[in-house]
């Protein structure tokens, strides 16, 4: 089996990013699990710092 990797990044207004990187190990369906992690990220990130003021 292979591994699935995502590597991404957001950059806010303020020009602050965020790096992060989804691995799943050893998935067939790993693709499909990693773009759902990688959604479920960004969505947090952006959520997060909206409430701190720093909008994307």
Do not use: C, H, W
């Not at 998935?27 to 994307?56: C, H, W």
Request: positive net charge.
């Amino acid at each position: 089996m292979q591994n699935a990797l995502f590597t991404g990044f957001v950059k806010f207004r303020n020009n602050e990013y965020v790096v992060f990187s989804v691995i799943v190990p050893r998935s067939g369906l790993g693709v499909r699990i990693a773009g759902k992690l990688t959604a479920q990220i960004m969505a947090d990130i952006i959520e997060y710092e909206n409430k701190r003021g720093n909008p994307f």
